[in-house]
């Protein structure tokens, strides 16, 4: 697969994965609107319970949402509450406003925070829990909770998966550009590579490799020891040119401990017969001083 091929890939699984991401957690419109739903139905719980206690002209404050599943109904004056009345006045509303079906209601009294009447709706008559039907709670100051069961608290919020996303989002484009990044220094290592493998000089008929350590004549490879090779190439940079008999030793041999005296001959003996089939280049021994790379320039 081509690099091209490949970041389009990348990027193409990104959008779908944002794309899938949205479709999942994007919220129907029912879950959208339904605070303003559980709000405009617990403001009619609240109406029809002061027409109960005879109450026409008193308001009903605003309802307050306490976390995404509780709402909070409150009132300007006292007021008496049958459990019967407010049991079916919620269970009609809620049913009008097409809200959940599972609930619980809690009666509190303003001054100490005290319950003083709750019950649970879960759907189910026999697991339905409405106590002390017909005792009815004397005038007071009363808040009413409204807390849905049925309708989980989202384990973050909007915003918070809004800041995932967009971290996820930026993390998956670092990774691709630095996968792109890391193909283009490959393939130009690879570049480099294949081209120190391929870098010649030419030796009369030989076609001189030194990163391959060897000599091609008319497609036959002629291999060379790595120090035949270091020797060839210092007379290859310097051909037609005296070069002493220290220089190329300690150039050659002074990184490997012990130098042998008769080393150097031995191997300008084995270079001299690896080309001595061209008859235009040699190597000669220039008495006293070094040896000599002779061929046409």
């Given at each position: 697969?081509t690099?091209?091929?490949k970041?389009s890939f990348?990027?193409?699984a990104?959008?779908?994965?944002?794309f899938?991401?949205?479709?999942?957690?994007?919220?129907s419109?029912?879950?959208?609107?339904f605070?303003e739903?559980?709000?405009?139905s617990?403001?009619?719980?609240?109406n029809?319970?002061?027409?109960a206690?005879?109450?026409?002209?008193?308001l009903?404050l605003?309802v307050?949402?306490?976390?995404?599943?509780?709402?909070e109904l409150?009132?300007e004056?006292?007021?008496?509450i049958?459990?019967?009345?407010?049991?079916g006045i919620?269970?009609t509303a809620?049913?009008?406003?097409d809200l959940?079906?599972?609930?619980l209601i809690e009666v509190i009294q303003?001054?100490?925070?005290?319950?003083a009447y709750?019950y649970?709706?879960l759907?189910?008559i026999e697991?339905?829990i409405?106590?002390?039907a017909?005792?009815?709670?004397?005038?007071n100051?009363?808040?009413?909770?409204?807390q849905?069961?049925g309708?989980?608290?989202p384990?973050i919020s909007?915003?918070?998966l809004?800041?995932?996303?967009?971290i996820?989002?930026?993390?998956l484009l670092?990774?691709?550009?630095?996968d792109r990044?890391?193909?283009?220094?490959?393939?130009?290592k690879?570049n480099?590579?294949?081209?120190?493998?391929?870098?010649?000089?030419?030796i009369?008929?030989?076609?001189?490799?030194?990163e391959?350590?060897k000599?091609?004549k008319?497609?036959?490879?002629?291999g060379?020891?790595?120090?035949?090779?270091?020797?060839?190439?210092i007379?290859?940079?310097?051909?037609?040119?005296?070069?002493k008999?220290d220089?190329?030793?300690?150039?050659?041999?002074e990184?490997?401990?012990?130098?042998?005296?008769?080393s150097l001959?031995t191997y300008?003996?084995k270079?001299?017969?690896k080309?001595?089939e061209?008859t235009?280049?040699?190597?000669t021994?220039?008495?006293?001083?070094?040896?000599?790379?002779e061929?046409?320039?």
């Open positions: 697969m690099m091209k091929r970041n990348a990027w193409a990104l959008v779908v994965f944002i899938m991401t949205w479709i999942v957690f994007k919220p419109q029912e879950e959208e609107n605070p739903r559980v709000k405009i617990l403001r009619e719980v609240g029809q319970l002061l027409l206690n005879q109450d026409s002209t008193s009903v605003p307050v949402a306490l976390n995404p599943s509780l709402y409150s009132f004056r006292p007021l008496s049958t459990p019967n009345d407010i049991v919620v269970k809620f049913k009008k406003a959940p079906e599972q609930y303003c001054e100490d925070q005290e319950v709750s649970g709706i759907n189910h697991k339905d409405i106590p002390c017909n005792r009815v709670l004397p005038e100051c009363f808040t009413i909770k409204a849905f069961t309708k989980p608290v384990f909007k915003q918070q809004l800041g995932l996303l967009l996820l989002f930026f993390v670092i990774l691709a550009f630095c990044f890391l193909v283009r220094f490959r393939e130009s690879k480099n590579t294949s081209s120190q493998a391929t870098a010649h000089s030419f009369g008929m030989f076609a001189f490799y030194p391959q350590n000599l091609v008319e497609a036959v490879e002629i060379l020891s790595k120090k035949e090779c270091e020797l060839l190439a007379f290859v940079a310097q051909p037609n040119q005296i070069i008999r220089e190329l030793t300690k150039r050659v041999w990184d490997n401990g012990v130098i042998v005296g008769r001959d300008i003996s270079l001299r017969k080309l001595k061209d235009s280049i040699k190597i021994n220039v008495h006293g001083v070094g040896y000599k790379l061929m046409d320039t």
